[in-house]
C-alpha cells in the first residue's frame, strides 16, 4: 500500500493527508504512528473490568469467566467498571470545571479592579445573570455587580447550599426528578471529591448507587463548573454573533508570523490577540521581513477566538501535529487540555517554538511564560514577540502549505438563536410543531485516531440535515463540518425541504456553531428555553446527542450530564464499560426509566443517524406532533 492510500484511510481532510504524507516521507513521528505502536491494546482496560485503585492490585476480572471473577477486595466486574466510569467522570467534569473556576477567579479580579487588558465587555448580559442570581442590579456600576456575582458564584465551588445556581435555568419537572433520585448537584467540588471517595476501596460497592452519584457529577459540570466558564465568558469577551471566517491550515500565511493558540481557555489567548494589534509588535514583525502577524486557532480556544473575534481556524485535535508540519508555524502557544506532549517533539524538526503558560500544564520541551492576569497584556506582548524572533529563524525551502480554506459561520450563542427568532423561542417551536424542523441534536466531541478523522462527525451531520433535522456543533465537530463546509448559509441546499426553507428565511446554515467544548452548556440552556415554552421537561423533546469521535474524559462527563437533562445520547466510540453487562444495560435501557434519557453506541454514523431519526420521530409522537412511524425508519432506510 501506497503512503498516499495508507494516509486516506486515517483522515477525511485534504491538509490533513498531505502533512501526514510529508510526516511518513520525513520520518516525524505522529499520533497515528503511536496508536499503531500501542497495538493490541488492553482487552481489559478496553473492557473497564481491571483495576488499580489500591496496592492490592492491579487486578483484572475475566469477563468470559475462566479467570477470576473478582479482584484483591471482592470486587465484581460491576463494581470495577461502575468505578472506573465514576473516575473517569470525575476527572472529565473536574477539567470543565477549573476552567470555570479560573474564569470566574480572573472575572473576580477584574471586577476588583486588578486585572491588565480585560474588561465587562458585554454589560447587558452581566446585569442579566446578576438578577439570575437574585443579586441587585439597579443603580449600581457594572463592577460592583460583579463583584457580587463572583461571590455568589464562587460559593457554588464548595456550596453549603442545597443545590447550585444554575439549575434553576431547568424545568420544575426536571427539578423534581433529579431531588427524587438524590442526583441534584449541591456543590461543583463536593460532588467530584465525593466520587473520588465513593471509589476508594470499601466504600461504594454498589454499581447501581455508584452510577447515579457520577450523573450528580456531570450534572456539576454542566449545571456548574461549564456553564460558569461559558456566561461570564460572553460577558468579560463578548457574547458570540454570527460571523464568517475561515478554515483549515490554509489559514497559514508563508509572508507572515503565524501563531497558533491551542487549548481550551480564553484568557490568555484574548490578550495575545489584542497585542498582535500593537503597531510596535506590528513593526518590529515587519522588520524581521514579515507582511504582519497572523494569528490562527486550534482546538477550542480556536473556537472561542473564532465565535468572538473571526480568528480564523488551523483545525481541531488530530490537526494539532499537523500543523507543526506545515514548517510555516513560527509559535505554538497553549493553555491546556487536548495539548499532545508531543506537540513540543513535532516542533523540534522545525524552527517552531512551543509556549506554554498554564502552571498546571507545563510541558517538556517548551519555553513557559506563566499567565498573570495582573499583568495580561503585558504577557501577550511578550509571547508576541517570541513569535516574531522565532519568524525569523524560519528555512523558506521547508515551507508547505496546502492550498485553499473554507469559510464557515461561527458564533451562535442563545442570545444570537433566539434574537434571530424575535427574542423567543416561539418561531422554532413553531417550525418543530408544523415539521418543517423534525427536531434538533447535538453533534459534539473529539477527534480520535482510532476512528477516520472527521467522517464520523460530518456523515451523521449530512444525514440529518437532510432529514430536517437541526445541528448544533461545538469543540471538534464544529472544526470538522466546518471544513466540510455545512456551515454556511449556502449549506442549506443540503438540507432537507422543511430545514432549507428554515435556514434560508433567516440567512443561517442547517449546522450551527455553539463554541467551544464548555458551550456544550449552551444546548443544556438552549433546551430548558424550549422546554419551559412547552411546559413539559426536557425528555420529552425532540432532541438528542452525539459524540461521533470522542476521545477525553471531559466528553464523557459531557456525555453523562446531557443523559441525566434527559437528551438521549449515541457514542460512536466504545467506552470501557462492556466488561459489565449489568453496568451495559443500566446505561442502554434502565436510565431511560430514570432520567428520561439512555445512551447508544454505534460507530457507524450511517445506522447512528438512523437510531436518532427514530428517536425523534418517537419524541414527536409523544407530543402528539405529525410524525413518520419510528418502528418503520430503520428497517425501511436499512432496506
Not at 458585554?122 to 443603580?139: S, V, Y
Amino acid at each position: 500500500m501506497t503512503t498516499t492510500d495508507n494516509v486516506k484511510q486515517l483522515s477525511s481532510c485534504m491538509d490533513a493527508r498531505a502533512m501526514l504524507v510529508r510526516a511518513r516521507e520525513e520520518g516525524i513521528e505522529t499520533v497515528w504512528d503511536r496508536l499503531a505502536a500501542q497495538q493490541p491494546q488492553c482487552g481489559y482496560c478496553a473492557l473497564g473490568v481491571s483495576c488499580r485503585n489500591c496496592a492490592m492490585g492491579p487486578c483484572r476480572v475475566d469477563p468470559f469467566g475462566e479467570g477470576p471473577q473478582k479482584g484483591v477486595c471482592g470486587a465484581d466486574a460491576d463494581v470495577i467498571v461502575a468505578r472506573n466510569l465514576g473516575r473517569t467522570i470525575a476527572a472529565g467534569a473536574s477539567a470543565h470545571s477549573d476552567h470555570g473556576r479560573d474564569i470566574l477567579e480572573v472575572f473576580a479580579e477584574l471586577a476588583e479592579g486588578h486585572t491588565q487588558g480585560y474588561e465587562l465587555r458585554d454589560e447587558t448580559k452581566l446585569r442579566a445573570l446578576a438578577e439570575e442570581w437574585g443579586i441587585e442590579t439597579a443603580d449600581r456600576v457594572a463592577a460592583d455587580i460583579a463583584a457580587d456575582l463572583a461571590d455568589a458564584m464562587l460559593e457554588d465551588f464548595g456550596t453549603r447550599k442545597h443545590r447550585i445556581g444554575f439549575v434553576d435555568r431547568a424545568p420544575e419537572q426536571r427539578l423534581d426528578r433529579w431531588a427524587e433520585l438524590g442526583i441534584m448537584p449541591r456543590g461543583i467540588d463536593r460532588e467530584n471529591v465525593e466520587m473520588l471517595h465513593r471509589t476508594h476501596m470499601g466504600v461504594d460497592n454498589d454499581y447501581v448507587n455508584t452510577l447515579l452519584h457520577g450523573l450528580r457529577t456531570s450534572l456539576s459540570d454542566g449545571w456548574g463548573g461549564s456553564m460558569v466558564a461559558t456566561e461570564l465568558s460572553d460577558v468579560m469577551f463578548g457574547t458570540p454573533q454570527p460571523v464568517v471566517s475561515r478554515i483549515n491550515l490554509g489559514v497559514l500565511r508563508a509572508e507572515s508570523v503565524n501563531i497558533a493558540l491551542h487549548g481550551h481557555n480564553p484568557l490568555l489567548s484574548d490578550v495575545i490577540m489584542q497585542a498582535a494589534e500593537d503597531p510596535e509588535l506590528v513593526e518590529l514583525a515587519k522588520g524581521k521581513g514579515a507582511d504582519g502577524i497572523n494569528l490562527v486557532g486550534l482546538c477550542c480556544t480556536g473556537n472561542e477566538l473564532q465565535m468572538r473575534k473571526g480568528i480564523p481556524m488551523a483545525g481541531n485535535h488530530l490537526m494539532q501535529e499537523l500543523v507543526l508540519l506545515t514548517g510555516a508555524l513560527d509559535a505554538m502557544v497553549v493553555d491546556y487540555q487536548c495539548i499532545m506532549p508531543a506537540v513540543t517533539d513535532v516542533a523540534k524538526c522545525f524552527h517552531t517554538e512551543v509556549i506554554s503558560t498554564a502552571d498546571k500544564a507545563k510541558f517538556a520541551g517548551a519555553t513557559h511564560i506563566s499567565f498573570d492576569p495582573a499583568r495580561g497584556y503585558e504577557i501577550g506582548k511578550e509571547i508576541i514577540r517570541h513569535g516574531i524572533e522565532a519568524y525569523g529563524n524560519r528555512n523558506p525551502d521547508r515551507v508547505q502549505i496546502p492550498a485553499g480554506t473554507v469559510e464557515m459561520m461561527a458564533g451562535f450563542s442563545v442570545e444570537a438563536i433566539l434574537g434571530a427568532l424575535g427574542g423567543t423561542p416561539e418561531p422554532l417551536v413553531e417550525a418543530i410543531k408544523a415539521g418543517k424542523i423534525r427536531g434538533a441534536v447535538g453533534v459534539v466531541g473529539c477527534n480520535n485516531p482510532k476512528v477516520q478523522q472527521d467522517l464520523g462527525h460530518v456523515t451523521l451531520t449530512k444525514r440529518l440535515i437532510e432529514n430536517d433535522i437541526l445541528v448544533l456543533v461545538t469543540g471538534c465537530s464544529a472544526v470538522a463540518n466546518g471544513k466540510a463546509g455545512l456551515m454556511m448559509p449556502a449549506a442549506a441546499e443540503l438540507a432537507g425541504p422543511g430545514l432549507k426553507e428554515v435556514c434560508q428565511a433567516l440567512g443561517i446554515p442547517p449546522v450551527l456553531h455553539l463554541g467551544s467544548c464548555v458551550d456544550n452548556t449552551r444546548i443544556l440552556t438552549l433546551a430548558a428555553a424550549l422546554a419551559k415554552h412547552l411546559g413539559t421537561d426536557i425528555d420529552q423533546l425532540p432532541l438528542a446527542g452525539a459524540a461521533p469521535e470522542w476521545y477525553s474524559e471531559k466528553a464523557v462527563s459531557i456525555g453523562a450530564y446531557v443523559v441525566a437533562s434527559g437528551i438521549y445520547t449515541v457514542l460512536g466510540v466504545q467506552p470501557a464499560i462492556f466488561g459489565s453487562p449489568n453496568v451495559v444495560s443500566l446505561l442502554a435501557e434502565g436510565l431511560d426509566d430514570v432520567v428520561g434519557a439512555k445512551f447508544a453506541v454505534e460507530p457507524d454514523p450511517e445506522k447512528a443517524a438512523l437510531l436518532i431519526r427514530r428517536h425523534i420521530e418517537a419524541k414527536r409522537k409523544g407530543l402528539g406532533l405529525p410524525c413518520l412511524e419510528p418502528e418503520k425508519i430503520l428497517s425501511e432506510d436499512a432496506a
